[in-house]
């Protein structure tokens, strides 16, 4: 194949367009207005954004980062200003871009993963990641994100009152992926995005505390890469739900890697923190991977392991 030759890079997902595949993880590119200095947003595929509540967070006490090797630990908290005001002050922004906006959302109940459904679908976002890695205070705090069955209440509750494509992210800190998976695709969710950071923690040797100030922190960054791509493979090979992978991913051959599992899209998180024009140099190398194996169309490489 000629090495010039264009490649398509268009992916259709559930019910969307992605220009192209690479996304920016929720949590990592805040609403983009830092990032925007740097390249022109529309470049992207979609911009999923910081994780939205009801109502205004303040997030957790510091420290709340912490480095590890070949990663990093944060417990941030969901500090962010509420949907309301993302509705106001922050999507007017992301619409001068030419890239799908993905809201993602928390909640402490089914109820308010509902109501921010509706809130956000009808304020003008194109898709809702719901992240389902949030205590249920209605049971005792488990994780929705860990039971099959809250995983499923929330997204029942969250498809009846959105009017876009609902994602519903993955926390790899369970027995069985696969049905987590399973779970949320009969409750009727659209799509699926994993992973999640693992539960992690640090500890000071001279003060014999922990480095973060809630004790444990969610790990991101390559060093969890491995972990992530296992996680789509099995998720991939247990539905039929368009996914898109992260975890870790900081070149195009990491991108190509989570494709090959059986993600259609791909989220870049972590290696922004190192380099904040990574979305664009995967991407250019996702194109460049293409042209060299004779490929005309990044679709053809989705769950093309051979085994």
């Known amino acids: 194949m000629d090495a010039n030759r264009a490649v398509d890079m268009a992916v259709p997902f559930a019910g969307l367009t992605f220009q192209?595949?690479?996304?920016?993880?929720?949590?990592?590119?805040g609403f983009g207005r830092e990032y925007g200095q740097y390249f022109d947003l529309g470049r992207l595929g979609a911009v999923c954004v910081?994780?939205?509540?009801?109502?205004?967070?303040?997030?957790?006490?510091?420290?709340?980062?912490?480095?590890?090797?070949?990663g990093m630990l944060n417990s941030v908290g969901l500090q962010n200003p509420g949907a309301e005001a993302?509705?106001?002050?922050?999507?007017?922004?992301?619409?001068?871009?030419?890239?799908?906006?993905v809201a993602?959302?928390?909640?402490?109940?089914?109820?308010?993963?509902?109501?921010?459904?509706?809130?956000?679908?009808?304020?003008?976002?194109?898709?809702?990641?719901?992240?389902?890695?949030?205590p249920n205070v209605k049971a005792g705090g488990l994780l929705f994100g860990t039971d099959p069955r809250s995983a499923a209440a929330v997204t029942e509750a969250v498809k009846r009152r959105a009017r876009v494509p609902v994602m519903v992210k993955l926390t790899p800190n369970v027995t069985d992926i696969a049905e987590m998976a399973r779970a949320v695709e009969s409750a009727g969710a659209d799509a699926l995005s994993l992973i999640n950071t693992l539960v992690g923690m640090r500890i000071d040797v001279h003060t014999r505390r922990p480095?973060?100030?809630?004790?444990?922190?969610?790990?991101?960054?390559?060093?969890?890469?491995?972990?992530?791509?296992?996680?789509?493979?099995?998720?991939?090979r247990a539905v039929r739900l368009p996914i898109m992978g992260m975890g870790g991913i900081a070149c195009?051959?990491?991108?190509v890697e989570f494709l090959l599992a059986g993600a259609h899209t791909v989220a870049v998180g972590?290696?922004?923190?190192?380099?904040?024009?990574?979305?664009l140099s995967i991407l250019e190398g996702l194109t460049s991977y293409c042209q060299e194996n004779g490929i005309s169309d990044i679709r053809t490489l989705t769950g093309a392991l051979l085994e």
């Open 252 to 255: 195009a051959e990491d991108a």
């Open 20 to 29: 192209n595949p690479v996304a920016v993880a929720s949590g990592t590119f």
């Open 270 to 279: 972590t290696a922004l923190f190192r380099d904040e024009t990574a979305p």
């Open 104 to 134: 993602n959302v928390s909640g402490d109940t089914v109820e308010e993963y509902a109501a921010l459904a509706g809130l956000l679908s009808d304020g003008g976002v194109d898709m809702l990641e719901v992240n389902i890695s949030c």
């Open 50 to 70: 910081k994780g939205l509540t009801l109502r205004p967070r303040a997030g957790n006490p510091p420290p709340r980062v912490a480095e590890t090797p070949m």
């Open 211 to 236: 480095v973060l100030y809630r004790g444990t922190g969610g790990l991101s960054g390559p060093a969890i890469r491995p972990v992530a791509v296992r996680c789509v493979y099995q998720a991939a």
């Open 86 to 101: 993302f509705l106001r002050d922050e999507l007017p922004f992301l619409r001068g871009f030419d890239t799908l906006v």
